[in-house]
């Protein structure tokens, strides 16, 4: 388990809003489930670097979908809104590699991305009573890769290894139904589809140092688009509900 | 409510680190660790293993890199590397200025990585592979040392081929082949350019036989030298066929195919080059002379012609370019400047300043007997039944009898005392007698017996030809004014007829034909006549349609003479005045006195004969 600046934050954000508004109804909610994604510009990236090696290495795994978890607080308003926060987090990567009784080659690319936001739900009192309701989450995306080459040939390896970073913003619309277990806890199940505008992997520390693939001249981009399908359960800490 | 807090953050981070993507999977390929050595052509333009560097001048040596075959290469040059480039460059290449004194000796290898092909991982990345090396000793050495000389010249295939020495040095452009030829325009010239250092040897489809020599320049700079070579050239020889005929013959060159033709000439009597014809290559090496002149000395040439420009004038390649023989037509027989015959199929030859006698058999055609003497033979004289032969040498004063079927009967005969300074006999009779003369007499003598039969005073002065019968009782004496017929009876030596020897009387030929009337034939230019000698009339006289030119001899079985009518020899038959031309000579043949008829076959003097 690491600690690191970015947890830090969000966590305390979390805590500054509940401690500003634990005098509101709230509720908070965990949850999971499985995530699709696009990732072409970092396919076509895989591409342009099997094409530069001598050899040819086999894909193995090429950004397979992918768990993801999220946690969201919500506040109830007028009856048939609820807003609140919600930070998601989710990773995919690829592996590229070839062995022989000369050596191996091996290109990993893990990529990571942490989503917080803004959600807002709409329906017939939502989280109050049984129903549908539809979703909508925005937010910024946060994303990371680290790529691992190593090649070694009779025994010796040699590794190089890259960090990037990228951020852009999100739109995550969706339905969901929400079902009331007991008097404080909720069961939701929900399916969204991610919408993601990128700008592109940079350097840390450095937003000019892109990422660019040298055959398409384009910027490799996190592409997290597509289908987001899980559940989420809620405990209430509205102390008034029934 | 801290307690909520404090486990939202745990909780909040738990769930942010669980669960990141971990990349799987292996892909292993089996591969034959084998590999195989690349075929790789070490392309430095060095020759030979010894390198030649000249002296104080900058070298390069480079090696083209093929690309994903080769890893890397580099030299190294008295242990110390001089350059590493790796397979991204195209070139490993080493310039320097060797210094050192002339001798001075360098070892250089170079080393070459080449891919292993077995398609392995480190193969692909240059990591696997096979060391080459090669390695030469550098050698520091004069200019002058630099030059390729020619080496070899030999016939291959019909050609000559030039071989020279592979070039020794580096940076190797081009080899020159020039070709000089002394008598050739121009005297020197560039034959072949070649750009491969490896090409040491050249086909010269050019050389005919002429005298040539060949030398290489390197690169524009360095001048060797080579050998001379001129011919073979074809040798022609005359041979005669079985019925005489006369066939040139040669071997065939060994660049015959360089040749076009064979040009055939013979030498006219002014010493001029006369063209016979001229043979394509492929019509053999051999040649009958159509027409050939009896009585003729040819002296034939032959000269190769070559497909190409042979850079010769004809007068150059008639001069240098040609080989000659001598020839004759018709059968070999021994060679003479005198002969006689009889009544037998056999003749009796001397040639000049011979002591021996030739007894040639014409039923043969060999040589059947030798007479020989101590002394040089200046004249000799047969009886016309073949039993008695004088012959006088070059001892004044003595002669032989021969007695030609009883040697022990032959013997010398002194006549110094008997008869002092004799100048001619007149030949010999069957029975053994004959005429010698001096200036102012004739004398009828028996050489049998050495005795004196007969003695007149001769009415001319000078005489230089004479004639017995063959019963010894007829002779003619040619005197410088006149011919003169004399008849020897009862010891005395009576004149018959006398006739000036000039003009249309001139006499060319007298001889006795023999039988119980003696017969005398005489030649003038214009005509012939027998003479009845008992009675002393003219029985036949044929006058020539044309003068003759000369008049050899009578065969006295056939009664055929020998005429020559201009270019024509003639046989003409005394009895019956028929004339047959048997043979055609040259122009000038007729002043030729060697020519003979016998026994149907036609003889002359310088070795010749034929079988008519």
């Not at chain 1, 500054?16 to 990732?39: C, E, H, N, R, Y």
């Not at chain 2, 030596?493 to 034939?521: A, C, F, S, W």
């Given at each position: 388990?690491k600690?690191?600046?970015l947890?830090?934050?969000?966590?305390?954000?979390?805590?500054?809003?509940?401690?500003?508004?634990?005098?509101?109804?709230?509720?908070?909610?965990?949850?999971?489930?499985?995530?699709t994604?696009?990732?072409?510009?970092?396919?076509?990236?895989?591409?342009t670097?099997?094409?530069?090696?001598?050899?040819?290495?086999?894909?193995?795994?090429?950004f397979?979908?992918?768990?993801?978890?999220r946690?969201?607080?919500?506040f109830?308003?007028?009856?048939?809104?609820?807003?609140?926060?919600?930070?998601?987090?989710?990773?995919?990567?690829?592996?590229?590699?070839?062995?022989?009784?000369s050596g191996k080659?091996?290109?990993?690319?893990?990529?990571q991305?942490?989503?917080?936001?803004?959600?807002?739900l709409?329906?017939?009192?939502?989280?109050?009573?049984?129903?549908?309701?539809?979703?909508?989450?925005?937010?910024?995306?946060?994303?990371?890769?680290k790529?691992?080459?190593?090649?070694?040939l009779s025994?010796?390896?040699?590794k190089?290894?890259s960090?990037?970073?990228?951020?852009?913003?999100?739109l995550?619309p969706?339905v969901?139904?929400?079902r009331v277990?007991?008097?404080?806890?909720?069961?939701?199940?929900?399916?969204?589809?991610?919408?993601?505008?990128?700008?592109?992997?940079?350097?840390p520390?450095?937003?000019?140092a892109?990422?660019?693939n040298?055959?398409?001249?384009?910027?490799?981009?996190?592409?997290?688009?597509?289908?987001?399908?899980?559940?989420?359960?809620?405990?209430?800490?509205?102390?008034?509900?029934? | 409510?801290?307690?909520?807090?404090?486990?939202?953050?745990?909780?909040?981070?738990?769930?942010?680190?669980?669960c990141?993507?971990n990349?799987?999977?292996?892909?292993?390929v089996?591969i034959?660790?084998?590999?195989?050595?690349?075929?790789?052509?070490i392309?430095?333009?060095l020759?030979?293993d010894?390198?030649f560097?000249?002296?104080?001048?900058?070298?390069?040596?480079?090696?083209?890199?093929?690309?994903d075959k080769?890893?890397?290469a580099?030299?190294?040059?008295n242990?110390?590397?001089?350059?590493?480039?790796?397979f991204?460059?195209?070139?490993?290449?080493?310039?320097?200025?060797?210094?050192?004194?002339?001798?001075?000796?360098?070892p250089?290898e170079?080393?070459?990585?080449?891919?292993?092909?077995?398609g392995?991982?480190a193969?692909?990345?240059?990591?696997?592979?096979?060391l080459?090396?090669?390695?030469?000793?550098?050698k520091?050495?004069?200019?002058?040392?630099?030059?390729?000389?020619v080496?070899?010249?030999?016939?291959?295939?019909?050609?000559?081929?030039?071989?020279?020495?592979?070039y020794?040095?580096?940076?190797?452009?081009?080899?020159?082949?020039?070709?000089?030829?002394?008598?050739g325009?121009?005297?020197?010239?560039?034959?072949?350019?070649?750009?491969?250092?490896?090409?040491?040897?050249?086909i010269?489809?050019?050389?005919?036989?002429?005298?040539?020599g060949?030398?290489?320049?390197?690169?524009?700079?360095?001048?060797?030298?080579?050998?001379?070579?001129?011919?073979p050239?074809?040798?022609?020889?005359?041979e005669?066929?079985?019925?005489?005929?006369?066939v040139?013959?040669?071997?065939?060159?060994?660049?015959?195919?360089?040749?076009?033709?064979?040009?055939i000439s013979?030498?006219?009597?002014?010493?001029?080059?006369?063209?016979?014809t001229?043979?394509?290559?492929?019509?053999?090496?051999?040649?009958?002379?159509?027409?050939?002149?009896?009585?003729?000395?040819y002296?034939?040439?032959?000269?190769?012609v070559?497909?190409?420009?042979?850079?010769?004038?004809?007068?150059?390649?008639?001069?240098?370019?040609?080989?000659?023989?001598t020839?004759?037509?018709?059968?070999?027989?021994?060679?003479?400047?005198?002969?006689?015959?009889?009544?037998?199929?056999?003749?009796?030859?001397l040639?000049?300043?011979s002591?021996?006698i030739?007894?040639?058999?014409?039923r043969?055609f060999?040589?059947?007997r030798?007479?020989?003497?101590?002394?040089?033979?200046?004249?000799?004289?047969?009886?016309q039944?073949?039993?008695?032969?004088?012959?006088?040498?070059?001892?004044?004063?003595?002669?032989?009898l021969?007695?030609?079927?009883?040697?022990?009967?032959?013997?010398?005969?002194?006549?110094s005392?008997?008869?002092?300074?004799?100048?001619?006999?007149?030949?010999?009779?069957?029975?053994?007698t004959?005429?010698?003369?001096?200036?102012?007499?004739?004398?009828?003598?028996d050489y049998?017996?050495?005795?004196k039969?007969?003695?007149?005073?001769?009415?001319?002065?000078?005489?230089?030809?004479?004639?017995?019968?063959?019963?010894?009782n007829?002779?003619?004496?040619?005197?410088?004014?006149?011919?003169?017929?004399?008849q020897?009876?009862?010891?005395?030596?009576?004149?018959?007829?006398?006739?000036?020897?000039?003009?249309?009387?001139?006499i060319?030929?007298?001889?006795?034909l023999?039988g119980?009337n003696?017969?005398?034939?005489?030649?003038?230019?214009?005509?012939?006549?027998v003479?009845?000698?008992?009675?002393?009339?003219i029985e036949?006289?044929?006058?020539f349609?044309?003068?003759?030119?000369?008049?050899?001899?009578?065969?006295?079985?056939?009664?055929?003479?020998?005429?020559?009518?201009?270019?024509?020899?003639?046989?003409?038959?005394?009895?019956?005045?028929?004339?047959?031309?048997?043979?055609t000579?040259?122009d000038?043949?007729?002043?030729?006195?060697?020519?003979?008829?016998?026994?149907?076959?036609?003889?002359?003097?310088?070795g010749?004969?034929?079988?008519?």
């Amino acid at each position: 388990m690491k600690l690191n600046k970015l947890n830090l934050l969000i966590a305390a954000t979390l805590i500054v809003f509940s401690t500003t508004l634990k005098a509101q109804d709230f509720i908070a909610g965990f949850g999971g489930g499985g995530a699709t994604f696009g990732m072409n510009s970092t396919k076509n990236f895989n591409q342009t670097i099997i094409k530069s090696l001598p050899f040819q290495p086999v894909i193995k795994d090429n950004f397979p979908p992918w768990v993801f978890s999220r946690i969201d607080l919500l506040f109830f308003f007028p009856k048939n809104m609820a807003f609140g926060y919600t930070v998601s987090s989710t990773s995919t990567g690829s592996r590229m590699t070839l062995s022989d009784y000369s050596g191996k080659y091996t290109f990993d690319n893990v990529q990571q991305g942490i989503f917080p936001g803004i959600k807002l739900l709409f329906g017939k009192n939502p989280m109050q009573t049984n129903g549908m309701n539809v979703s909508f989450e925005a937010g910024v995306s946060l994303s990371s890769m680290k790529i691992k080459e190593d090649l070694t040939l009779s025994g010796e390896s040699t590794k190089d290894e890259s960090n990037l970073k990228a951020m852009g913003i999100f739109l995550q619309p969706g339905v969901n139904y929400i079902r009331v277990l007991n008097a404080k806890i909720r069961l939701s199940a929900d399916l969204s589809y991610y919408f993601g505008i990128e700008k592109g992997y940079h350097s840390p520390g450095n937003k000019d140092a892109r990422l660019i693939n040298p055959d398409s001249h384009e910027p490799v981009k996190p592409q997290w688009d597509g289908i987001r399908i899980g559940v989420t359960l809620y405990y209430s800490f509205k102390k008034t509900i029934k | 409510m801290k307690q909520i807090y404090l486990g939202s953050l745990v909780f909040i981070l738990f769930i942010l680190q669980s669960c990141t993507f971990n990349p799987k999977g292996e892909e292993f390929v089996t591969i034959n660790p084998t590999g195989s050595i690349p075929n790789i052509e070490i392309n430095l333009n060095l020759a030979t293993d010894t390198i030649f560097v000249p002296f104080n001048q900058k070298v390069t040596f480079a090696y083209g890199l093929h690309g994903d075959k080769v890893n890397w290469a580099q030299f190294v040059i008295n242990g110390v590397v001089q350059n590493n480039r790796d397979f991204a460059y195209d070139v490993v290449d080493y310039s320097w200025t060797f210094n050192d004194a002339p001798g001075k000796i360098y070892p250089m290898e170079l080393k070459i990585f080449t891919r292993s092909q077995t398609g392995s991982i480190a193969d692909k990345m240059g990591a696997e592979g096979f060391l080459i090396s090669r390695k030469w000793i550098v050698k520091i050495t004069n200019e002058d040392k630099m030059a390729s000389h020619v080496i070899k010249t030999d016939f291959v295939n019909g050609r000559l081929r030039v071989e020279w020495e592979k070039y020794k040095g580096v940076d190797f452009i081009n080899y020159k082949l020039y070709k000089s030829m002394p008598y050739g325009i121009p005297t020197s010239y560039l034959l072949a350019t070649i750009n491969s250092s490896t090409v040491t040897s050249f086909i010269d489809t050019t050389y005919h036989g002429e005298l040539s020599g060949y030398y290489i320049v390197n690169n524009d700079r360095y001048s060797g030298f080579g050998p001379q070579i001129q011919g073979p050239l074809p040798v022609i020889r005359s041979e005669n066929a079985a019925n005489g005929d006369l066939v040139l013959k040669w071997d065939k060159p060994p660049y015959y195919n360089n040749l076009k033709s064979y040009r055939i000439s013979l030498k006219d009597r002014y010493g001029s080059m006369q063209q016979i014809t001229e043979l394509p290559i492929a019509s053999g090496e051999s040649y009958m002379v159509p027409n050939p002149l009896f009585g003729h000395s040819y002296e034939f040439y032959i000269t190769p012609v070559a497909l190409s420009d042979n850079h010769y004038s004809t007068p150059f390649l008639t001069a240098f370019l040609s080989t000659y023989t001598t020839a004759t037509y018709g059968l070999t027989i021994p060679k003479y400047t005198s002969i006689l015959s009889g009544e037998e199929p056999v003749s009796y030859l001397l040639n000049d300043n011979s002591s021996v006698i030739l007894q040639f058999d014409h039923r043969t055609f060999t040589t059947t007997r030798t007479i020989k003497y101590k002394e040089i033979v200046s004249q000799f004289f047969l009886s016309q039944n073949c039993k008695y032969m004088i012959t006088r040498v070059n001892i004044n004063q003595k002669i032989y009898l021969e007695d030609l079927t009883d040697s022990t009967k032959s013997k010398s005969i002194n006549i110094s005392s008997s008869f002092p300074q004799i100048q001619y006999t007149a030949s010999v009779s069957n029975s053994g007698t004959g005429i010698m003369i001096n200036n102012k007499t004739a004398v009828m003598y028996d050489y049998i017996n050495e005795r004196k039969l007969a003695e007149i005073l001769l009415p001319g002065s000078g005489s230089y030809y004479s004639k017995i019968s063959g019963s010894g009782n007829f002779f003619f004496m040619l005197t410088t004014n006149s011919s003169e017929y004399y008849q020897y009876k009862d010891n005395q030596m009576v004149l018959l007829q006398t006739e000036t020897n000039q003009g249309i009387d001139q006499i060319m030929k007298v001889e006795y034909l023999p039988g119980n009337n003696e017969k005398l034939v005489r030649v003038y230019n214009n005509r012939l006549e027998v003479v009845d000698c008992n009675t002393w009339t003219i029985e036949k006289k044929w006058i020539f349609p044309a003068v003759i030119q000369n008049a050899y001899n009578v065969d006295i079985k056939s009664g055929k003479m020998l005429l020559c009518e201009k270019t024509k020899l003639i046989l003409f038959d005394v009895m019956n005045g028929t004339r047959e031309e048997v043979a055609t000579i040259d122009d000038f043949g007729y002043m030729d006195w060697t020519f003979f008829y016998k026994y149907g076959q036609l003889l002359w003097g310088k070795g010749a004969a034929l079988k008519l």
